[in-house]
């Protein structure tokens, strides 16, 4: 068998003889066999190659590595299009005359899904996946996709899948027809499967030429829209996706091929798709520590406690369940520990009752986790995550106890969202297994975590809690020590201009609209209600200083007791404006001697958003984060900043950084604080011409 290179990543190789004779085109480029131009190349040539050549009666289309072809090149994105495109190598696929099957491992993602189904059969292994997920770029599938998938899958289907982007399994495909045959064998199988064909004679049926899934209910598309409307709020590609699959079911294939181009275009030359893109690959970054060894020895995790089993305790909990991990969780009364062991309980019934999970999944890992009052329970796990009450002194008391009871080599993580981790470190005997793990609420849904790295804390224990932190699906960012690390030290300075645009006249509703409609889930005053307004307020050190002391003073608790900066419906939960809450703080504002007048709409944007792209710079320029793109991918992950605008750093790009810098300093000169001082890197990125997303820290 001689095997021909026919680009870089391509090879064409023969197997078999007569009737029997079937050529197999391999793609082999990793990291994920992404259609680079010499991919495409290699595709064409094979085809071309052997459907010119007489003794051979099939194709088989298969890639080395560990995946099929997970999509187009993004990287070629931003650069003008090398030929061939991937139409031309389509082409050749589909109109071959001898049959041309797609075997299908690991992902068939994006353009790999839509080669594949220019094929005339597809094969996979047990474990394919198969996803159009463009939209997760803001994009839509643009080379046949939207017009294929509904005519193999049917436009319910595909609608699913394109807007949601999630990728469906083997069993699924065969299921829908997108899948001809699953085999274990996955070479073997294809090649034995192309020989089936060709002695059955089995007609070479195009998937564009079928017709027999579309017709249906135009009602199908208003329902959908409605289904997915709050979800996909603000977001251009999933209703350009859904323009698609009623172009399929209206229009003829080549029509619908063209609109399919054009909504492609307009997505492809927004900001939205850059933002998106951008985000992809700052999410891989992310997880990648510079001057971190690759081979760095990581300590292995079987084992894990979590003390405390509160709100965060809990999802924390979870979270390690989730994936296999076995969990003890200790509380120091067992009140509390039943309390906190039902909450789990209960979610976990959720899940199964929506049917996320099944029911016998969710006792699996409800058994995982084992509620103690016991410390010493803590004695052989690999790691423990203390998730107490924000108090340093109680902390470092807390890490010195662990540190009594843990093995040695036991990793100590605190929880902390925004105290000093070198202090706790300094109250062990092993400051260099201590770290920060800072979860977000919902600790079991929300995928941010923020590794807080300490002066002190070991390599080895960084790289062990970065790969732990994907083992458990959650989206690690390494950052520094400081009060509130990244997120949430932004998240103060937003929170002072609020509430000084609070005394200037503006209404908790109207400050949360204009976030909400900039695209983030919630405002800060809804947020502050859902969280529990008395979170971190102390009744007997209460002055009444600040519109929140009075309100709780006034017995006000956010939503828990339904009175707030808003009132909320016992039933419903909807949350009301209260003019109570206005007259309070036209009040407080008069004690302060703060005239009140009419805010726009745009100078409360501004005030909110830019204090925080200031507060990014300046923790870049100190070394709190690595990369600009961490940022992004904090506030995306942990506060719900919309993904289709990149995250404030790369926001700030996109406004223009020198009229950020003109409006930071022009707020600062009038309103005065520490947070409107400019941050140089700011100001010199902004000089050179640079962008903030590029910039890097100290
Ligand atoms: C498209 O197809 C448009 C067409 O419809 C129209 C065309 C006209 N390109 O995620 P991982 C890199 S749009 C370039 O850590 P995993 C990634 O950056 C595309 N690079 O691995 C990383 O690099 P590094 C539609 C890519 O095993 C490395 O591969 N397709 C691409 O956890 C490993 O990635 C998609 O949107 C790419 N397409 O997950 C699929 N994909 O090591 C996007 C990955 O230097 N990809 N890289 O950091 C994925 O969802 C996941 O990467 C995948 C593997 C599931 C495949």
């Known amino acids: 068998m001689r095997m021909t290179a026919l680009t870089e990543s391509v090879t064409l190789e023969h197997e078999g003889e007569g009737p ?19 991919v495409r190349q290699g595709i064409l040539d094979g085809m071309t190659q052997a459907a010119a050549d007489e003794s051979v009666t099939a194709i088989v289309l298969i890639c080395a590595g560990r995946t099929f072809i997970a999509g187009a090149d993004i990287t070629e994105f931003s650069s003008a299009p090398k030929p061939p495109s991937l139409q031309a190598a389509q082409v050749a696929m589909e109109d071959c005359v001898k049959p041309v099957v797609a075997a299908i491992h690991g992902t068939a993602l994006g353009g790999g899904l839509e080669v594949a189904m220019c094929a005339h059969f597809r094969v996979a292994d047990a ?16 080379a046949g996709g939207t017009q294929r998938l509904p005519r193999v899958t049917g436009p319910a289907k595909a609608l699913e899948m394109m807007t949601s982007g999630e990728p469906i399994g083997s069993a699924e495909a065969l299921e829908c027809g997108l899948v001809d045959e699953v085999v274990s064998d996955l070479r073997q199988g294809a090649i034995e499967f192309a020989r089936k064909v060709v002695a059955e004679g089995r007609p070479l049926t195009r998937i564009r030429d079928r017709n027999d899934k579309l017709s249906v209910d135009p009602s199908l598309f208003t329902d959908f829209r409605k289904k997915i409307g709050a979800k996909t709020r603000g977001f251009l590609a999933p209703e350009y996706n859904v323009q698609c699959i009623e172009a399929a079911v209206s229009q003829p294939f080549d029509e619908g091929v ?10 492809m030359s927004g900001t939205q798709s850059k933002a998106q893109q951008y985000y992809f690959f700052a999410e891989r970054e992310a997880a990648k520590v510079p001057g971190l060894a690759k081979d760095t020895p990581k300590r292995p995790i079987e084992k894990v406690g979590v003390l405390g089993a509160g709100t965060m305790g809990g999802g924390i909990s979870m979270s390690f369940a989730n994936v296999g991990i076995p969990v003890t969780v200790v509380e120091r009364d067992q009140e509390s520990l039943d309390r906190g062991m039902a909450v789990i309980r209960s979610n976990y019934e959720r899940s199964a009752k929506r049917g996320s999970i099944s029911a016998a999944e969710a006792e699996a890992r409800l058994a995982l986790i084992t509620p103690s009052v016991d410390q010493s329970e803590f004695s052989d796990v690999d790691m423990v995550v203390e998730a107490v009450f924000e108090d340093l002194d109680l902390k470092k008391q807390v890490f010195g106890e662990l540190d009594r009871i843990c093995k040695p080599g036991a990793i100590m993580a605190s929880n902390t969202s925004f105290l000093d981790v070198d202090q706790m470190a300094a109250a062990t005997q092993r400051p260099g297994s201590v770290i920060g793990t800072h979860f977000f609420s919902p600790a079991n849904v929300m995928k941010l975590l923020e590794v807080v790295r300490g002066d002190r804390t070991d390599d080895e224990v960084i790289a062990t809690v970065m790969t732990l932190s994907k083992r458990i699906n959650k989206i690690p960012t390494l950052v520094g020590v400081c009060d ?10 937003r929170r002072i201009e609020a509430d000084r645009l609070l005394l200037e006249g503006a209404t908790p509703a109207q400050i949360d609209q204009v976030i909400y409609d900039f695209g983030f889930p919630m405002g800060p005053y809804a947020m502050s209600d859902l969280a529990g307004l008395d979170i971190g307020w102390n009744a007997s050190t209460s002055s009444g200083s600040t519109v929140r002391e009075i309100l709780c003073e006034s017995g006000r608790r956010g939503q828990k007791n339904g009175r707030g900066y808003y009132v909320y419906d016992a039933e419903t939960r909807a949350s009301t404006p209260d ?19 009419t805010v726009t709409d745009d100078e409360v944007l501004e005030r909110l958003l830019l204090p925080i792209v200031n507060e990014g710079a300046k923790i870049l320029e100190e070394g709190i984060a690595t990369r600009a793109s961490d940022i992004d991918v904090v506030w995306i992950n942990g506060y719900g900043w919309p993904v289709y605008t990149g995250g404030p750093m790369f926001w700030a790009d996109t406004v223009g950084l020198p009229e950020v810098v003109a409006k930071i ?11 409107w001082d400019l941050s140089p890197l700011l100001e010199r990125v902004a000089t050179d011409g640079g962008k903030l997303q590029a910039a890097t820290g100290a």
């Open 20 to 38: 029997a004779r079937v050529a197999v085109i391999t793609i082999d480029n990793p990291p994920v066999n992404a259609l680079s131009h010499h």
């Open 127 to 142: 474990g394919a996946r198969f996803g159009l997920p463009e939209v997760k770029l803001g994009l839509l599938p643009g």
């Open 258 to 267: 063209a609109t399919e181009r054009r909504l492609f275009e307009v997505l």
């Open 484 to 493: 509130g690390f990244v997120g949430n030290r932004m998240l103060s300075q």
């Open 579 to 597: 003019p109570e809450v206005v007259e309070t703080i036209r009040a407080f504002a008069a004690s302060q001697g703060v005239a009140q007048r």
């Open 665 to 675: 300093r022009a707020y600062g000169e009038r309103l005065g604080g520490r947070h």
